[in-house]
Nanobody, 125 residues
Framework: QLTLAESGGGLVQPGGSLRLSCTSP?????????IAWFRQAPGKEREGVSC????????YTAESVKGRFTISRDSAAKTVYLQMTNVEPNDTGVYYC?????????????????WGKGTQVTVSS
């Protein structure tokens, strides 16, 4: 069964950078499905941040992070990254990766999928 795990979170100052990683502890390749990053801030609903289709080239990014966050996948398809730059306090939250709807194509409104346990990102001076 496919499981996911996020890493790379931490405390970062406004304007700084952070790179999150999503891997499969079971060693599954991450090009079987689209992979999406979501985040959840305290007291708010989970929201889609960025997504990469299984083809590895088609991406979708939320307007709130466009131009600052970039999703990518390594050549071995074992890790999907979320490169965060010029971070803002509103970027604070728990970041999750998922296989939205177990589909090749991205959606920010999945009804099923594998989810990791999340990694905390805190943007604060």
């Amino acid at each position: 069964q496919l499981t996911l795990a996020e890493s790379g979170g931490g405390l970062v100052q406004p304007g700084g950078s952070l790179r999150l990683s999503c891997t499969s502890p079971g060693g599954y390749r991450l090009d079987y499905y689209a992979i999406a990053w979501f985040r959840q801030a305290p007291g708010k609903e989970r929201e889609g941040v960025s997504c990469l289709n299984s083809d590895g080239t088609t991406t979708y990014t939320a307007e709130s992070v466009k131009g600052r966050f970039t999703i990518s996948r390594d050549s071995a398809a074992k890790t999907v990254y979320l490169q965060m730059t010029n971070v803002e306090p509103n970027d604070t939250g728990v970041y999750y990766c998922t296989t939205p709807d177990y589909s090749d194509y991205c959606t920010f409104t999945p009804t099923r999928g594998a989810w990791g346990k999340g990694t905390q990102v805190t943007v604060s001076s």
